[in-house]
C-alpha cells in the first residue's frame, strides 16, 4: 500500500520506519536539514541497545498531493492549519487521510471537510527523537484506529492485520470512547507531570499527586459526562497507561523542556470549553491550564528579554 506520512517527529519517523518494512512509504517534512539528512542516512530507529536503519522516500510538505492511498498526519495540533490549508485545496483529490493528533478540537473541523474517507487515531507507543531522523522507540503499545467516514474496510484491514509486534493497529468501532479515553490520559498525565516537572509514575508512587490526580480524573469525568460504568474502564485505562510508561516522560513536558509550544488548548483547553457549555464548574483543570499557558508565557518572555 502506498502511505504518505506528514510530519517528521517522533511519531512521524516511527511510523515511516515501522510502516516501510511492508508498504510503500512517503515521508513529507518542511525542514531542508531534515529533508537532507533523511534523504542522506534514511531513518534510525532505536529500541533498547540495537539501532537499524531504512531508508524511505522523503519530500517536501509542499509537494503532497493526497495521492497516496491513505496520508497519514502525525503534526501535533497547533501545527495543523497548513494541513487545513492544503484539504481546502485539494479536497476530494484526497484519497484518504487518518489524523494521530492528542485532544478532539481537530474532530469539528475535519468532519465538515469535503475529503471522502477519514480516519482518526490514537498513539499508545513512547517515542523520543533524536537529531534530524533518529527516533528512540521507548515503549512499545499499539495505533488505535477508527473510521468517522467514507469507506475505510480494506485500508484498516491492511494494517490490522499486520503480524509486526512493535507496531500493531487496532480497529476500534466507537471512536468517540476511543478519543475520549485518550483524552482523559492526555489531561491527567501531560498536565500535571508538566506542571510537577516529573516522570508519569510519579503520579502513582507519590501519595499527594495521587490525590491530585483523582481530583482532576473526576472533574474531567464530569465535563465530558462519561458515565459512571465508563468511569471506571476510563480510569483503569489511565492507570494502565502510566504504569505502562512510569519512568518516560509525557510530550507535554518533554515540550516545556525543549521551549516548543505545547498542545494545552487542544487538551484541556478542549476541556474547558467543553465545561463552558455544559456549565460545569471546573476550578481544578482550570487551574492546571493556567500554569502551563503561564510556563509557555514565561518562556517566550524569557526568550524576548
Avoid at 506520512?5 to 518494512?21: F, P, T, V
Avoid at 490514537?122 to 499499539?142: F, L, N, P, R, S
Avoid at 478519543?179 to 491527567?188: A, C, D, E, F, P
Wanted: net charge neutral; glycine share 6%; proline share 2%.
Amino acid at each position: 500500500m502506498k502511505i504518505g506520512i506528514i510530519g517528521a517527529g517522533a511519531i512521524g519517523l516511527l511510523c515511516a520506519y515501522q510502516l516501510k518494512e511492508k508498504h510503500d512509504v512517503t515521508l513529507y517534512v518542511r525542514s531542508e536539514k531534515q529533508y537532507e539528512s533523511i534523504k542522506k542516512n534514511g531513518i534510525y530507529y532505536k529500541v533498547h541497545e540495537e539501532k537499524k536503519s531504512r531508508t524511505v522516500k522523503v519530500r517536501y510538505f509542499a509537494e503532497w498531493d493526497g495521492a497516496d492511498e491513505v496520508t497519514i498526519v502525525t503534526v501535533k495540533q497547533y501545527q495543523l492549519a497548513p494541513i487545513y490549508e492544503k484539504m481546502e485545496i485539494l479536497g476530494s483529490r484526497i484519497k484518504a487521510i487518518c489524523f494521530l493528533q492528542n485532544g478532539m478540537s481537530h474532530l469539528e473541523k475535519i468532519m465538515d471537510s469535503n475529503i471522502p474517507n477519514i480516519m482518526i487515531g490514537i498513539v499508545e507507543h513512547g517515542a523520543m527523537k533524536e537529531e534530524e531522523q533518529t527516533v528512540v522507540h521507548t515503549g512499545i503499545g499499539a495505533i488505535k484506529l477508527a473510521c468517522v467516514k467514507g469507506q475505510m474496510d480494506e485500508i484498516l484491514i491492511t494494517l490490522t492485520t499486520a503480524n509486526n509486534q512493535a507496531f500493531p493497529f487496532i480497529n476500534e468501532p466507537d471512536y468517540v470512547t476511543m478519543m475520549q479515553k485518550k483524552l482523559v490520559v492526555n489531561s491527567i498525565v501531560n498536565s500535571l507531570t508538566s506542571i510537577l516537572q516529573v516522570q508519569n509514575g510519579q503520579l502513582l508512587q507519590n501519595t499527594y499527586y495521587f490525590q491530585v490526580m483523582n481530583l482532576l480524573m473526576e472533574e474531567v469525568f464530569e465535563i465530558l459526562s462519561i458515565t459512571k460504568e465508563n468511569r471506571i474502564l476510563f480510569r483503569d485505562y489511565c492507570l494502565e497507561v502510566i504504569r505502562n510508561t512510569a519512568l518516560n516522560k509525557s510530550s507535554m513536558l518533554k515540550d516545556i523542556e525543549a521551549g516548543r509550544p505545547t498542545e494545552i488548548d487542544a487538551i484541556l483547553g478542549y476541556i474547558l470549553e467543553e465545561a463552558k457549555k455544559k456549565k460545569v464548574h471546573s476550578p481544578i483543570a482550570a487551574t492546571a491550564y493556567f500554569i502551563i499557558k503561564g510556563k509557555e508565557r514565561g518562556r517566550e518572555e524569557c526568550l524576548n528579554a
